[in-house]
Each structure stands twice: as C-alpha cells, then as structure tokens.
C-alpha cells in the first residue's frame, strides 16, 4: 500500500497555529487556484486521518473528498454523525494494521491527513510520498507536521513548482532504505 | 541595514542536530557545487553570527569569510585566539544596537548567522532577506532554524531552484507591515 502527504505548512513548518486554526492558511488561498489537490485526490482510493482532523473538517461545512472513503483513527469511540456527505468508517488501528487491511481490500493508494496521523505513518515507514505547500509566511508557534524519528529518512525530489502569490509546492518521494 | 539569512535545514527545519552536528548535511553535501554562497558572499559587508556558531566554525579548520568582517555576538567575555584567518570583532549587543553601530560605519547589508542569532534578528524585525537550502531528508529533531515569534512575519518569493540531488533553494523577502 502506497502512502501519501498533501498539505500545506507555513514556511517555519507549522500545519495549524497552536489551537488549530489555519487563518493564516486562509487568507492566502484567495486565488482560486486548487494547487493540484483535485488531481492529487484522483490518485488516492481512500483516505486515513486522525479524528482531531476529522471533527476539523466537519466544522468547515465542507466536504473535499466526495465519494473517496474516509477512514477515521480514533482510539476512543466515535458516533459519526448522520446525513455525511461521504463514505466514512472509523477504526482503532496501527499504522501497520490499517495498512494491512486496507491492502487486503484493494486500497492500493492512500492520503493520510492530520498531524499526528501523519507522523505515525511517517515513522512506520509507511509513507513514500509527501507533498508539501509552503506559505510564505512565520507564525512562530503551532503544530508541526513534522515529529520525532527513530532513524533519518532520506528522500528524493520529484519536482519543485511556485504560484503567483508566493506559494510553493515540493513533492519528495521516500528513498526506501529498510 | 539589511540583514540576510543564508543557512541549510532539513527537511524538518533543523540547522543542526541537538548536539551541533551537521554529519546529515555534510554526507549529502559531496556535489562540490557552492549552492550560490560566494555570490551571496559578495553581497554582503560583514557578517553577524553567535558565539556558538563562531565556535564551530573554528573547530572545523575553514575560513569561508575571506575578509569580510565577522562580529561575534556574545554575552561573556570572549578571548579571540591568535592567527585568525578573518578580521573578526566580537560585541555585547542587541540586534537594534548593532544595526545602528553597524549602519554608521557605512555596512549597509549584513549576513546572520547561526540559530539564536537568526532568531533574534528576526524578532527584531531586521532581517529582509532569507535564503534557505532545502536537504531533503528528516533528522526528527534538532536546533531548529525559526523561533517564537510576537507577531506573524509576511514573507514574499524571490526564487525557488532545485539541485540534481535533491536539494533545493528558496529565496524569501520579509514584507516590511511596520
């Protein structure tokens, strides 16, 4: 199963301030361009994140995923609301569990969302690639994309792109050393 | 004064490990290409760095500064050894302080260096210019390149290029909102 990043971080690496906003993010992003996230959720069977992500997303009153699964992780239980407009399922698993079992189901590509998701499959060795947008701007604190690792993880780059207001966009793929 | 930032991270935005060591960047750096430093070299007039960074850079045996003056910035007393290769000069000041002493003596544009330093100079609102060197590769913890900030910092694209090994560069301008 293949893993994979789509997000957006500030230029110090941040993915939301300390209590989860992403005003910052927000007052960017007027230009209307979707900085390739439509054919970046074409190359996904499904999705994973965490449930602080989740319960994000459902503030927005938006939904990006359509018909995509969405796979929610969550150690404690989680009553899904009714009327969701996608495909949502929860579960208490591993990385490697998850992983597991999603192979068994023909879910070949996933995008995995939500920083501590992020960072659990990072360090299970499961992601091979991240893509990351970069707003130009410092906001000092916040939550990182990045965490602690057992051992460094070396990547190749696949390509580097800038947008007229200041945005960049870098895809790496993992170098697979295991 | 203008002050610029020209450093390498990782990744995950560090400058070093926790102890100092740069072995990640150094093992990746065998290209020989100078990733644009003798032309930001040229570019400036002095550079300010800290006592730590000065310290390394006497333990690894290269003088990457020609001439160009060095101020050691440094809170205790600092005994110079004899037969540097520079013209070095140590104070005990603060950011806004030093830019003024440095403005009258005619050094209009100064390059920072090292992680507290960076800090501090940004804080202060006095740095304009950053350029960073992207390795790609995560070290899942270090001396990290930004700081804690009072204030979000708007920053504007210069430039963004890539390397044939995977690094890449990005030039930023701070968007002067005082």
Chains 1, 2 share one sequence.
Do not use: C
Not at 12 to 37: K, Q
Not at 123 to 136: E, F, H, M, S, Y
Not at 143 to 158: K, M, N, R, S, Y
Request: zero cysteines.
């Amino acid at each position: 199963m293949d893993a994979a990043v789509f997000i957006a971080t500030s230029l110090d690496g941040f993915i939301a301030r300390p209590d989860g906003s992403l005003d910052w993010l927000n007052d960017a992003a007027a230009g209307g361009d979707d900085y390739g996230f439509a054919a970046f959720m074409d190359s996904v069977d499904a999705l994973v994140m965490g449930r602080n992500t989740f319960e994000f997303v459902l503030t927005t009153g938006a939904w990006a995923y359509g018909e995509t699964p969405v796979i929610v992780l969550t150690h404690r239980e989680l009553v899904l609301p009714a009327g969701l407009p996608g495909r949502v399922e929860t579960r208490n698993a591993s990385p490697e569990a998850l992983a597991k079992e999603l192979s068994a189901r023909d879910i070949t590509s996933v995008y995995v969302d939500g920083g501590s998701t992020i960072q659990s499959f990072i360090r299970a060795g499961l992601v091979n690639r991240i893509i990351i947008t970069r707003i130009p701007i410092l906001i000092g604190s916040g939550i990182p994309l990045f965490g602690a690792l057992d051992t460094d993880l070396q990547l190749e780059l696949v390509r580097v792109d800038s947008y007229p207001n200041s945005w960049t966009q870098v895809e790496y793929a993992v170098v697979d050393t295991r």
